[in-house]
């Protein structure tokens, strides 16, 4: 005898679970009517209140079959295995769903997992909520076929943002509200490009067999990729991607490290304009001496000993005013003999015969100039790439980028320093990219003052504080950015 009816179905439960292996359990509880195919259907009370307390007991050791759920003593409740027909999605997205909704799954007292009604209910709203494949795709700015590829992929690397729902013989892919409302803010948030900074579109990234433009497109709403939005044209589809690098990596210093008794071949070409084979040919004729440890250097002794004994009367012309003509007629005159003839390719002249010709001294300018120290020191830092001799030039000489794309006249004065950048039709190359990057260069040296003439530009500033020199120096190290290596 039982002491009431809690008693008899915990009696009725212990009984099957010490006669049946768990296996037989849930065999013969799904099959039919499972242990009650033995029991009468007697309308008597006492008969169908030990029927109510064998269904319970049943419910108690495992689940059963759905025809004994309908007796009214079954307690109905929705099985996880069970969810995604009741709710017509998939597997997979219960799971998402569950997950969503921050429900943690918890074994009942049958040791079944069990969905609460509230649950369910939570969960139909998500998925009423819940924005088609189109919808979602017109809200990202991209086509639905990219929108799709694009869920897939960042479903791939864990993004749990989609569901699939059964409509007949269909599924449909749906963005849940809240995490398409998180891609949105995310290309919301994207900043627009830098004027310095070079972009191409999603085409212009894509990489056969390695990235295809909806692997750039998820990479770049999950936060894996730097982007740039584009304010005339918005959208997941018009993003705009930092332009790759081509032909060689950027030189991050404008000089390697080397003794300090060597002097570096691009340096003396800084400070003489005399070329690669004017060097190696005056190192032949024993005016320059090379440097045993390496070919690419020169002793800076005897360096330093050429400089002030030859001058280059083209570049202290120059810097005196004298246009292109007049410097032309003046290197005519017999008081003006090249030293070197046709060894090298330009016009190199003793500096006392000059002093004599030009009817004053010229003494040799050395580092201690004006700012001259400052000015090789905040441009190593700021333009590594481009070469700045540690002694000057005569007059007006040239620094240049390590790719030779791009050169500034540089005048070290008593009064400063002057820089002048020229951009002539006669170098297509540096032509072009001033003609496509126009507003850039000028922006990038905003401290220079332009002029516009129909063959030529130029741009111009004289450096007279060492914070000028700070400044420009920047500006020069942003204007490296378009003439390095192959540009586009």
Known sequence: MSKDEKHLQRSL????????SKKDLIRVSMDHYGFLRSTNHSKHEISQRLRAAQVVACEMVGP???????????????????????????????????????????????????IPDDVVRRMREEIGRSVPLKDAAKRLGCSAEDAEAVAVKLAKKG?????????????????????????????????????????????GRVRKTQM????????????AMEAYQDPSNPGLANIRLRKPHHGGKPATVGRKDHPADAMLWSEFNAMTNVDVAGIKR????????AHPDSDLYILRESAVAFRARYVNPT????????????????LLSPGLVSVFGKEISIKLVERARFEEWL??????????????????????????SFIIPELPGDGQFTISTTSRVIRLAVVAGRHGISITAVFDRRYRRTWSIYER???????????????????????ETVLKDVAEVERVTKEIGRLTNYFRYKMP
């Open 437 to 459: 990057r126009r507003k850039e260069l000028i922006a990038a040296l905003e401290s220079f003052r332009w002029r516009e003439e129909p063959d030529y530009t130029k741009a």
């Open 315 to 330: 570049r202290i012309l120059k810097a005196r005013g004298l246009s292109d003509a007049e410097v032309k007629a003046a």
């Open 359 to 384: 009817g004053e001294p010229v003494p040799a300018p050395d580092a201690s100039a004006v700012l001259w120290k400052e000015f090789v020191q905040l441009g190593q830092n700021n333009c590594p």
């Open 282 to 289: 005056l190192v032949e004729l024993g005016h320059l001496t």
């Open 159 to 203: 993004w749990q943002g989609c569901i699939q729902t059964r409509n007949e013989d269909r599924i449909e892919r749906r963005f849940l509200a809240k995490e398409l409302e998180k891609l949105e803010e995310v290309l919301r948030s994207l900043p627009v490009a830098p004027w310095h900074v070079l972009t191409v579109s999603l085409t």
């Open 13 to 20: 439960a212990k009984w099957l679970k010490k006669h049946y």
């Open 212 to 223: 295809s433009r909806t692997r750039l497109m998820a990479e770049v709403l999950r936060g």
């Open 64 to 114: 059963i079959n759905p025809k004994l759920r309908l007796h009214p003593a079954a307690r109905p409740s929705l099985l996880l295995d069970g969810l995604d027909k009741v709710l017509s999605i998939t597997i997979y997205s219960s799971r998402i769903l569950l997950k969503h909704i921050s429900y943690e799954l918890r074994k009942g007292p049958r040791g079944l997992y069990e």
